[in-house]
């Protein structure tokens, strides 16, 4: 026989040990949409993307001289649009699932 499954329900405060409750504390008093923090996640790997950019650039013409800056940046800018790119098929995956479910 198996055992019934309880479900205990628990405050996001009260497991969240790695954020700083003073994060939380804002994040309550902001109240941002879904799409204010789309628009803000996208303008923020957009801007890592464009100062990748501009080190290469200037990497380039030789106006860099500690070169494994350029190469962290392009790193970041990578990661993050590599992280958005998943995000981002995640949602297009929920969205047809949910298009799927019979009423």
Known sequence: MLDPISVQPFKLEERAVLIPQKAIKDKKKEARSF????????SSVNDL?????????KMSLGEVEDVSEVSIAVEKAELALRL????????????????????
């Not at 799409?35 to 996208?42: F, G, M, P, R, W």
């Not at 993307?49 to 650039?57: G, T, Y």
């Open 35 to 42: 799409s204010e923090v789309l628009k803000a996640s996208i």
């Open 49 to 57: 993307q464009n100062k990748s950019d501009r080190l290469i650039e």
């Open 84 to 103: 958005m790119l998943q995000i981002r098929d995640k949602l297009l995956d929920a969205y047809q699932q949910i298009g799927r479910m019979s009423v």
